[in-house]
T-cell receptor, first 115, second 114 residues
């Protein structure tokens, strides 16, 4: 079962770029890397998912090196509303894995955006 | 298309009572997952269900907890004889198939046991 390690917390200021790196040394061949965002008193929300290299959407970018043992979520020009907990997960997509179909959440990274 | 609906949003129960948490998945989704979150912690998987079947309940406590997802109606997480340690936020997620890497979560039910 691939375990992820990410910083407990990060502080930033409005307009800055926030980069959160997640380590997943035991990632399996058929695992994807997925990031979720959770605001206080709300359920997690899917942000982005990738397998290798770089993925970009309207919210964030995800950088994955060739060895896939880590990944970096990049939030461009954050605002106060980006204050949340960000979770990095690895899970198989498209079939069975040793982990089954459940998502395994770690402690996440608490990002605080200051004015 | 409404999102995942959970109710109630807040539930207060006295020790020893039963708590029933409901989850209506997104339209077209037949896979439901329940998670529990204690304050300042990450979400912990409890159970994965498809219509009328429990697929994975490896995260469910062996006693007092049960879950169902009937052919008609919402998924129900039932906690019998609640104790103070059951106080937590319970989140339901759904996905259209077994590939749950992009699961959609509800707003959660916050259970307080007094």
């Amino acid at each position: 079962l691939a375990k992820t390690t990410q910083p407990i917390s990060m502080d930033s200021y409005e307009g800055q770029e926030v980069n959160i790196t997640c380590s997943h040394n035991n990632i399996a061949t058929n695992d994807y890397i997925t990031w979720y965002q959770q605001f206080p008193s709300q359920g997690p929300r899917f942000i982005i998912q990738g397998y290798k290299t770089k993925v970009t959407n309207e919210v964030a970018s995800l950088f994955i090196p060739a060895d896939r043992k880590s990944s970096t979520l990049s939030l461009p020009r954050v605002s106060l509303s980006d204050t949340a907990v960000y979770y990095c997960l690895v899970a198989a997509a498209g079939g069975r894995s040793a982990a089954g179909n459940k998502l395994t959440f770690g402690g996440g990274t608490r990002v605080l955006v200051k004015p | 298309n409404a999102g995942v609906m959970q109710n109630p949003r807040h539930l207060v129960r006295r020790r020893g009572q039963e708590a029933r948490l409901r989850c209506s998945p997104m339209k077209g989704h037949s896979h439901v997952y329940w998670y529990r979150q204690l304050p300042e912690e990450g979400l912990k998987f409890m159970v994965y269900l498809q219509k009328e079947n429990i697929i994975d309940e490896s995260g469910m406590p062996k006693e007092r907890f049960s879950a169902e997802f009937p052919k008609e109606g919402p998924s129900i997480l039932r906690i019998q004889q609640v104790v103070r340690g059951d106080s937590a936020a319970y989140f339901c997620a759904s996905s259209p198939n077994e590939v749950n890497t992009e699961a959609f979560f509800g707003q959660g039910t916050r259970l307080t046991v007094v």
